[in-house]
């Protein structure tokens, strides 16, 4: 539907986005239970403090479902709960329309495209699976449309988050064209001789529905511009190259660039509360007087863990000084696992870690501590203690390992960074620059990381660490907020 509401809501300010600053779990005796998510966003939205302020977000689960029914007019009652100030209002998308829009196209579809991830010979093929799960993806995107549409005061501003929700912000203006709606892509973008592998009309939908925003913002120049490309080629938009503007149909739309930073103010207290040092010992004590390699990351395709473990196994190979002399800690944490694609890729990762044990290992020393559990202490520990940190993903829209290991880091720490992230523009200077995919480089920058001299290392931490806080999240939310 493309009905204009007759009625407005409260909400001066909206947020959008698949995934919300709560979700709920169930207790053993069957109540709900509530965990605060982390980000960028949840302290963006937090810093504005507004009572008023909604958040809207699919229910993820059997519990948020069950959370999202019992809360009066979706509205979750979060009284009690330290979760920011703002009202969330949870979306009960039937299982299946859900999964379909976020695994089918969202993770299967856009998140492949942007991020480079098919092996083109076989994949993909837009079959009439595929038309499915289209459909379920534009009825996802519509029940947002309505969400928003019923929430937003008259001229709110309303800021639609990532690939998940492409379409929402035509559909909102068709309903609420008094709104002042901006869209940020969390993701890089894809070039246009890349993009155009999707169906026509969806290509084109994709493009059309960002483009129903006054603003589209999203994490590096290079993304923004080659949104702009698609644009471009996809619909014979009209870009100015200079302001960075795309007109379609008789629109403008803006393009802003928005490079997200790390929050030093919360890790560096989070960091050094007891439950880290307690992990920081642990790790210390595994770990002895030897040299470390570190790395954290979902287990996720496009973050490049099996080319790292590689480059790990080559430094062995070739330069056996390090011997005994050094340890990979590397976190890969539970993602997606509904997709078969990153079922597989654990599965990899698993069986590589087991082959660089099986070949290096001897009774004094583990040569790769693996853990594939999530734990957010441990991994600041780990960042504290990284001689080295390794950050090669295949691309990536910005990567706020790479931002956050100089911030906590306890001695100064390399950084290992793929040239294909976000980060890298801003941090390019001081980083150790890589190509992803080539695993002999990356072996020899992790060494030139290892060997790298105290003071050196120091010092490039210390200037890595102000690039990399340089527009902390509260800053970067409160632009895109002004700027609309
Ligand atoms: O933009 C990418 C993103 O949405 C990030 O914000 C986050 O790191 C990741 O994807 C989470 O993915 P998911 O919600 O599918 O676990």
């Known amino acids: ?17 698949n995934r ?35 958040w809207v977000c699919a229910a993820l689960g059997d519990a948020d479902r069950r959370a999202a029914r019992e809360a009066p007019h979706g509205r979750l009652d979060l009284a009690g709960h330290d979760v920011g100030g703002q009202a969330v209002r949870m ?44 459909a379920a993806y534009e ?22 988050q990532d690939y998940h929700l492409s379409l929402a912000p035509a559909l909102l203006r068709a309903r609420r064209p008094d709104l002042r709606i901006g869209h940020f892509s969390h993701t890089p973008w894809a070039p246009p001789e890349y993009y155009r592998l999707l169906p026509d009309d969806v290509a084109r939908a994709v493009l059309t529905g960002i483009l129903g925003a006054d603003r589209a913002g999203f994490l590096t120049e290079r993304w923004a511009r080659a949104f702009a490309a698609c644009c471009e080629a996809v619909l014979g938009a009209t870009v100015d ?17 928005h490079a997200l930073g790390a929050d030093a103010d919360f890790l560096r207290e989070r960091a050094h509360r007891p439950d880290v040092d307690e992990r920081l010992a642990a790790l210390r004590a595994a770990v002895g007087e030897r040299r470390t390699v570190v790395r954290v990351d979902r287990t996720e395709l496009s973050k490049n863990i099996v080319r790292g473990l590689q480059a790990y196994r080559h430094l062995l190979r070739t330069r056996p000084e390090w011997h005994d002399r050094v340890v990979h800690i590397a976190f890969a944490y539970p993602s997606r696992t509904d997709l078969a694609e990153y079922r597989a890729y654990t599965a990899a990762v698993r069986r590589l870690a087991e082959e660089i044990d099986a070949e290096f290992a001897t009774p004094g ?58 980060a890298h ?29 105290a003071g050196e290392r120091a010092d490039r931490t210390k200037r890595l660490a102000a690039a990399a806080t340089a527009l902390p999240p509260q800053q970067w939310f409160l632009d895109q907020l002004n700027a609309l």
């Open 91 to 134: 979306l009960d998308i039937d299982p299946e329309t859900f999964s379909r829009a976020y695994n089918g196209v969202a993770n299967s579809t856009l998140w492949f495209v942007h991020h480079l991830l098919y092996a083109t010979p076989t994949a993909p093929s837009f079959d009439a699976g595929f038309r499915t799960e289209w």
């Open 365 to 422: 020393w583990q040569p790769l501590i693996l853990h594939v559990d999530d734990d957010f202490p441990r991994s600041l520990a780990a960042y504290r203690l990284a001689d080295v940190a390794l950050v090669n993903p295949i691309r990536d829209g910005m990567n706020l390992v790479a931002k956050e290991v100089p911030v906590v880091s306890d001695h100064g720490c390399a950084l290992v960074l793929s040239r294909e992230a976000g």
């Open 1 to 17: 539907t493309t009905e204009r509401s007759s009625t407005t809501g409260t909400a001066p300010v909206l947020v959008a986005s």
């Open 20 to 54: 919300g600053p709560v979700s709920f779990g169930t207790a053993d005796d069957g109540s709900l239970t509530l965990r605060r998510g982390g980000g960028g966003l949840v302290s963006g939205l937090s810093a504005i403090g507004d009572p008023n302020a909604v």
């Open 241 to 257: 190259h200079d302001a960075l503007t795309v007109t379609h149909e008789g629109r403008t739309t803006r393009l802003g660039v």
């Open 139 to 160: 009825a996802y995107n519509a029940a947002f449309a309505d969400a928003l549409a019923a929430e937003a005061a008259g001229n709110a501003a309303v800021l639609v």
């Open 425 to 453: 523009a801003e941090l390019a200077e001081d980083a150790l620059s890589v190509n992803p995919y080539d695993v002999i480089a990356t072996a020899d920058a992790l060494h030139a990381g290892l060997t790298m001299p």
